[in-house]
Structure formats: C-alpha cells, structure tokens
C-alpha cells in the first residue's frame, strides 16, 4: 500500500517507524521484490480496483 500512496507512508513513516523499517526490509527480500516488481508490470499504479481503491485515492485527495 505505501508503494501506491505516499501519504500513507508517510504517516506509517512517522507513527509506526520500526514497523515501517521492518516492512521496507522485508519487502526487499529477492522473492518479495520480483512479485512487487511484476505487479507494476501487470497493474501500473493500481492498488486493488473497485470502489476500495477509489475510496482511498479520494480520501488523499490523489
């Protein structure tokens, strides 16, 4: 989710920063980064479709 709106991770960023570190580095882990990377392959900026990822992007005003 924070690799689509910056705005939630800057909050995950500052509320939460051990967690968000932990995420980050785990996310670089090879298997995780090449299905990350596919998934901007495949679906671009798009978190999840539908009216859940319209809800979000209104709600950050993106």
Not at 42 to 61: F, H, N, P, T
């Amino acid at each position: 989710m924070t690799e689509r709106f910056a705005a939630i991770a800057a909050i995950f960023a500052e509320t939460a920063p051990l967690t968000a570190a932990l995420t980050h580095r785990v996310a670089t882990l090879p298997p995780l980064a090449e299905l990350a990377a596919k998934a901007r392959t495949d679906y671009g900026d798009a978190y999840c479709g539908g009216q859940i990822e319209a809800s979000l992007r209104k709600v950050l005003g993106a």
